[in-house]
């Protein structure tokens, strides 16, 4: 029983942390490029890549904080328009491969010992010398504090059955949401015939709403989590990390319900046909690009937030890793990106843990359990792709992507 | 306990590194770029393959330190030779004689500076003991090392040919020495890439895990040539069979029911992702992180004037370029050739004039897969010296740019496209770019030329956008 509270208990600090909300921002970008622009985008980690180093090296130089994130945005938003005019007029592939090779490119460079004294070369630049600028910036005070609050210690003493009956509320609230979910769904289909029922309209979203509201406090109550307010690694990464995505999320919930986010779609369905109305496909795209490789970038300085820069980690797997998560989610759908990142991160901590515990050492040793997790990661990507593309919220008749 | 104790590595040029003075600036990148990643997962897992009882020593709290690690490299090491350990003031204190394995090890019972020196007299002949980095340079050419109570430190003990000379090659002479090892990059990408833009022009698909072939190539020959012992000249046989097989198998499992699906090119290409991600750690499941060699054997090298390389070099360049006259012949001069290029041209009709195009493809993945693990046997014999789990996914990218640059689909593109970028990235290092960058300014290249001629070197304009 401790085994798996234990495992469980990793989980869900990986569910939360930092990386995981830097991950979920870059995807929401790459989203923008894949899932509503159709562009094939293998170069998102060299976007948090700059994004990271741009903000970093100007805080390194006492540059103030809000100036460092321009600055790690700014130099996104060049390279956006260096990878852009050479490749948005040719064929998705060759999109795909320049971007690749244009991150791989920034990583060797960042990588370049000549540059160490900027870069810090292949060892990256140290957390302590850039964070304190943002850890000063914090007013959640000192000592640690636990979420949630109330949790199962305070009711029975923290008896197994209270906190296993949060576990169930969980388990229950999500069950209870897949289903008034798929209600508001087929309601939502324009084909259908059916009258409407209480459940269809703003009563089924507040309820969808509250019910992953109470799901998320059950969580929490079962298995609260502790760190220090604020601090390299504490609550206050963590809320203005979550706090980012959410901002995010909402940014592009705007753009794609906006007459410019038809355009996208249009573009990804058929460029031909939007030229022909006289649009502007070239400079469609192009702002697509731009504004995903910005979330890219804002993506990256979460990542270093509560961690190094250290160019390696920033490299093509993370744009790999991106995808897996984004199309786990559902591409082209506002909170996919979000859901399969937190998803994808917690199921392999889950694998890697899980084989861990109970494989024996002789048969998995502990750094086989970590590949072990990946080799599950790239099967499941394939069979993703083959049997789900949709993934969990997407809709299949909107992704017949091809470019 | 500490493993740092019993596996000191310390040798990481070996005596065959340094010997060719070309091959070093090959290589020089690429241990740059192995450093990081090569050193700690080895630390971690060969541990125990290579604690032997003669060097073995274990660090006591508080009461005793080790100074050990190992002459030569781990895979190259030099047996026999005496390492003398002095203390702070410069007198001797004791002396060990390297094992069969290069691993020498003292242990010190009190913190403090200590410096260690090979016998000059001991080291076989042609061999010196190398000059240490200025940091950790003590008298007399030995290397300073700090001895700790309850841990082990691994000093740096180099050893090169006597006839080294770093600066002694002109200009001209590093030119053409990177030339020639351009071409053999050159033709050895172009084995791979062979295969990727075949696949690429019978089925639009951009193969993301055909690295991971090259990669597959180099570990089975390892298996079977370093662990089961089969000869060489067979074992590159064997493994560009079993290649194949692979291939064959991947197209009739895989993409033949994917592509009767109609699953769209995008998706596959995510597939091809998804493979070459579980097939990475896969291999550093079952193999490990670490550089295995396929041949333990040193070949011995050749020099034409300024220019030298292995033998097995040149044997691997001329097994290319067999290789791949076979298949331009066979491309050009054959039925199943002409049919091919049919499918690649426009499937569908060639579907109508009676080409059973399924057959097509499989045949171009079966080969494909082949001619990717020959590459991958030979590119761990030659140039990387070695094969790891990620030896494949290093070069990916510059078999992309050779085949975009040389014309997506086109197969004379991409061996055209394959010798430019072989030559661009041995090139790039003595016409002034450093380290890792050599990789960059291919893809660099490869960037500018999409503005220039997006069909690549060799496609049609309208096979574009």
């Known amino acids: ?403 | 306990m500490p493993v740092g104790c019993l596996d000191g590595r310390t040798g990481l040029k070996s005596r065959h590194y340094v010997r060719t003075v070309g091959a070093r600036a090959v290589r020089k990148g690429l241990v740059g770029t192995m450093l990081l990643g090569l050193v700690l997962p080895l630390l971690l897992l060969v541990g125990g393959s290579s604690a032997s009882a003669a060097t073995l020593c274990l660090p006591k709290p508080d009461e005793t330190g080790c100074i050990s690690g190992t002459v030569g490299s781990r895979s190259d090491p030099v047996a026999g030779v005496d390492v003398i350990l002095r203390d702070a003031q410069g007198t001797d204190i004791e002396t060990v004689t390297t094992e069969a394995d290069g691993k020498f090890s003292f242990t010190v019972t009190e913190a403090g500076d200590y410096f260690v020196v090979l016998d000059d007299e001991s080291l076989p002949d042609g061999l010196e003991q190398q000059p240490p980095r200025a940091a950790i340079a003590g008298p007399d050419g030995s290397v300073k090392v700090t001895a700790n109570l309850g841990s082990a430190v691994s000093p740096i003990v180099e050893v090169r040919d006597e006839d080294y000379d770093a600066g002694g090659d002109s200009f001209t002479d590093q030119i053409a020495q990177s030339v020639v090892n351009g071409l053999r990059l050159g033709l050895l990408l172009a084995l791979a890439s062979l295969g990727l833009s075949l696949i690429y022009g019978t089925t639009g698909l951009s193969n993301f895990s055909h690295a991971e072939l090259v990669t597959l190539g180099g570990m089975v020959a390892y298996g079977l040539v370093n662990l089961a012992g089969m000869n060489l000249w067979l074992g590159i046989v064997a493994t560009t069979i079993v290649c194949a097989a692979v291939g064959y198998l991947q197209d009739r499992l895989l993409w033949q029911p994917l592509r009767r699906r109609g699953l769209g090119l995008t998706q596959m290409m995510i597939v091809t992702i998804g493979l070459a991600l579980a097939a990475q750690y896969a291999y550093q499941y079952f193999v490990g992180a670490s550089l295995q060699k396929v041949v333990v054997r040193d070949f011995g090298t050749t020099s034409f004037g300024p220019v030298t390389l292995t033998n097995l070099s040149f044997l691997a360049m001329a097994v290319a370029i067999v290789a791949i006259g076979l298949v331009g012949f066979v491309l050009v001069r054959t039925r199943i050739g002409q049919a091919t290029r049919a499918v690649s041209d426009n499937p569908a009709l060639a579907a109508a004039s009676g080409i059973d195009v399924d057959k097509i493809i499989r045949l171009v993945w079966t080969a494909a897969a082949g001619l990717a693990g020959l590459a991958g046997v030979l590119y761990a014999l030659v140039i990387s010296n070695g094969i790891r789990w990620d030896t494949g996914m290093q070069i990916l990218l510059l078999l992309f740019a050779a085949v975009t640059l040389g014309g997506l689909g086109t197969a004379f593109g991409a061996f055209v496209g394959s010798i430019i970028i072989g030559l661009v990235v041995e090139l790039a290092g003595p016409l002034g770019a450093p380290g890792d960058l050599k990789y960059a300014v291919a893809l660099a290249i490869l960037i500018v030329l999409l503005l220039v001629r997006p069909q690549g070197i060799l496609g049609r304009a309208e096979r574009v956008g």
């Not at chain 1, 140290?126 to 609050?149: H, I, K, M, N």
């Not at chain 1, 002789?362 to 990946?374: K, L, V």
Request: net charge positive; with cysteine; aromatic share 10%.
């Open chain 1, 1 to 403: 029983m401790d085994t798996i509270l234990d495992i469980l208990s990793a989980v869900i600090r990986e569910a939360i942390s930092p990386g995981t909300a830097a991950v979920a921002i870059a995807v929401i970008g790459l989203n923008l490029h894949f899932g509503y622009t159709g562009l094939l985008n293998f170069g998102q980690s060299g976007f948090m890549l700059l994004g990271a180093y741009g903000f970093a090296i100007s805080l390194v130089h006492d540059v103030p904080l809000p100036l460092a994130v321009l600055v790690g945005l700014g130099l996104a938003f060049v390279f956006a328009l260096v990878l852009g005019i050479p490749t948005l007029q040719l064929r998705g592939d060759y999109l795909a491969i320049v971007t690749i090779s244009a991150a791989e490119i920034i990583r060797f460079v960042g990588r370049l010992s000549n540059l160490k004294d900027l870069t810090g070369g292949a060892q990256g630049i140290q957390g302590r010398t850039y964070q304190p600028a943002f850890v000063d910036l914090s007013f959640f005070g000192d000592g640690a504090w636990t979420l949630a609050p109330f949790n199962y210690t305070d009711v029975a003493d923290g008896a197994g059955w209270v906190r296993a009956l949060g576990g169930l509320v969980f388990a229950a609230c999500i069950v209870a949401t897949v289903l008034v979910g798929r209600r508001l769904k087929r309601a939502a289909d324009p084909t259908r015939t059916a009258p409407r029922t209480g459940l269809d309209g703003t009563l089924g979203k507040v309820a969808a709403v509250v019910l992953v509201l109470i799901g998320l406090y059950a969580l929490f109550f079962a298995m609260p989590v502790t760190y220090g307010r604020s601090g390299v690694n504490g609550w206050w990464v963590r809320a203005v990390a979550w706090t980012l995505v959410a901002l995010s999320t909402l940014v592009v919930y705007l753009l794609v319900r906006s007459p410019w986010g038809r355009l996208l779609r249009g573009v990804r369905e058929d460029e031909d046909a939007m030229r022909s109305l006289g649009r502007n496909v070239f400079a469609v795209k192009m702002q697509s690009l731009v504004i995903g490789g910005l979330f890219g970038a804002l993506g990256g300085m979460v990542y270093v937030l509560a961690s190094t820069v250290q160019p390696d980690a920033l490299g093509r797997q993370i744009t790999f890793f991106s995808y897996t998560a984004l199309l786990l989610g559902g591409a082209a759908t506002i909170l996919g990106p979000v859901l399969g990142t937190v998803l994808f991160f917690s199921a392999r901590i889950l694998i890697r843990e899980s084989a861990r515990a109970y494989v024996p050492d002789s048969i998995m040793s502990a750094q086989q359990t970590e590949q072990f997790s990946f080799i599950v990661v790239g099967v499941a990507l394939v069979l993703l792709v083959i049997f789900r593309p949709q993934g969990i919220l997407g809709n299949k008749r909107e992704l017949r992507f091809n470019v």
